[in-house]
Structures are given as structure tokens and as C-alpha cells.
């Protein structure tokens, strides 16, 4: 960028260079609080000159509003949202004992354990593990599953009693 002139900023008195666009009329540097100063200078010169004086008042200044309001109704309206609605959809309980595990495809990759599985499965497991590989939450994911058809075979064959034993040892109540 091409530099011109200095100047004294009016507001916070430091020495600046000019914008060669700008020379002989930059009086304010780019700070923020220099900046609303100067916006505030240039307003109050705008109202004091002598044709803008009554340029917010009188009649013909509050039909102009008035028809400007007619043209643009529920402009100062706050904004409300489209519906009251959560974002989120009604998740629906899935019980287990219903679904069928298929074990006859590979379950090599993560993407193939979770196709039917939303991102929030991944994420959970990537949370309580820690792993953020894929290789290790497919390794993750298949310990899990694993798990989880062998407490819902116990749980077929009538088992539950051996579990129910170990949670109220584990809790301190007495079987």
C-alpha cells in the first residue's frame, strides 16, 4: 500500500501516516474507539448543517417515515424462529431381545458393523474408549458386540440369576 502524509489521529493523539487516497483529509486512524469517534464527529456535522436541521421533523419528514413504515411492515419486529419445535427427532427405545444379530458378513471394517448405526454410536465409542482410528473402534466395536450377545444369550437361556448375583455383590447389598 502506498503511504502519504502523516497526521495526528484527533482521538488518541498518535502519528500516523495517511492513505495516499486520503491525503490532506484523514484525521482519525483505524482503531475501533477513534473510529466511532470519528463517526460520531461526522453525524453531529451532518445534523448542525442548516439544510439537514429539520430533516427528522415535520410533516413531510413523518409522512415520509410513515409511508416508508406501510412499505416495509414488521420491520422493527423481533425476529422469531420458524416454529417452536425441537431440532432434534423423537428417538424411538430399540429393544434388543427383538433384533436379530446377523454374523454371516465380515466384520472387517467399522463401516460395515455401523452402516444401519447413526454417528452418535461412533462418537460414543470414540468418547469411552478414547481411539480415534477407525482400526481401533472397529476393534472397540467388536468387543462390544461381542459382549452384548453373549449378556443377551444368558439372558435367553435364563442366566440372568448368575448376573444378578454379581451386581449385588458389586453394590453391597446382600443376595
Same mark, same amino acid.
Request: aromatic share 6%.
Given at each position: 500500500?502506498?503511504?502519504?502524509?502523516?497526521?495526528?489521529?484527533?482521538?488518541?493523539?498518535?502519528?500516523?501516516?495517511?492513505?495516499?487516497?486520503?491525503?490532506?483529509?484523514?484525521?482519525?486512524?483505524?482503531?475501533?474507539?477513534?473510529?466511532?469517534?470519528?463517526?460520531?464527529?461526522?453525524?453531529?456535522?451532518?445534523?448542525?448543517?442548516?439544510?439537514?436541521?429539520?430533516?427528522?421533523?415535520?410533516?413531510?419528514?413523518?409522512?415520509?417515515?410513515?409511508?416508508?413504515?406501510?412499505? #416495509?411492515?414488521?420491520?422493527?419486529?423481533?425476529?422469531? %424462529?420458524?416454529?417452536?419445535?425441537? *431440532? +432434534? @427427532?423423537? &428417538?424411538?427405545? /430399540? #429393544?434388543?431381545?427383538?433384533?436379530?444379530?446377523?454374523? %454371516?458378513?465380515?466384520?472387517?471394517? *467399522? +463401516? @460395515?458393523? &455401523?452402516?444401519? /448405526?447413526?454417528?452418535?454410536?461412533?462418537?460414543?465409542?470414540?468418547?469411552?474408549?478414547?481411539?480415534? *482410528? +477407525? @482400526?481401533?473402534?472397529?476393534?472397540?466395536?467388536?468387543?462390544?458386540?461381542?459382549?452384548?450377545?453373549?449378556?443377551?444369550?444368558?439372558?435367553?437361556?435364563?442366566?440372568?440369576?448368575?448376573?444378578?448375583?454379581?451386581?449385588?455383590?458389586?453394590?453391597?447389598?446382600?443376595?
Amino acid at each position: 500500500m502506498k503511504s502519504g502524509a502523516q497526521y495526528k489521529c484527533l482521538h488518541c493523539k498518535e502519528i500516523n501516516r495517511a492513505d495516499y487516497r486520503n491525503r490532506g483529509r484523514q484525521q482519525y486512524c483505524a482503531k475501533p474507539e477513534c473510529r466511532r469517534v470519528s463517526k460520531a464527529q461526522s453525524q453531529c456535522r451532518w445534523v448542525n448543517k442548516p439544510e439537514n436541521k429539520t430533516y427528522f421533523s415535520g410533516k413531510e419528514n413523518s409522512e415520509r417515515v410513515q409511508q416508508w413504515r406501510r412499505r #416495509h411492515p414488521g420491520y422493527w419486529r423481533r425476529k422469531r %424462529s420458524g416454529s417452536q419445535e425441537p *431440532l +432434534q @427427532e423423537t &428417538c424411538f427405545t /430399540q #429393544h434388543a431381545d427383538k433384533q436379530e444379530v446377523n454374523m %454371516s458378513r465380515d466384520l472387517d471394517a *467399522l +463401516q @460395515e458393523i &455401523c452402516s444401519a /448405526q447413526p454417528a452418535l454410536l461412533v462418537g460414543l465409542i470414540a468418547a469411552v474408549t478414547g481411539y480415534t *482410528l +477407525q @482400526e481401533d473402534i472397529a476393534a472397540s466395536t467388536r468387543s462390544f458386540l461381542t459382549r452384548g450377545e453373549d449378556i443377551l444369550r444368558m439372558n435367553r437361556r435364563g442366566l440372568s440369576g448368575v448376573r444378578d448375583e454379581k451386581a449385588n455383590r458389586m453394590s453391597g447389598a446382600d443376595p
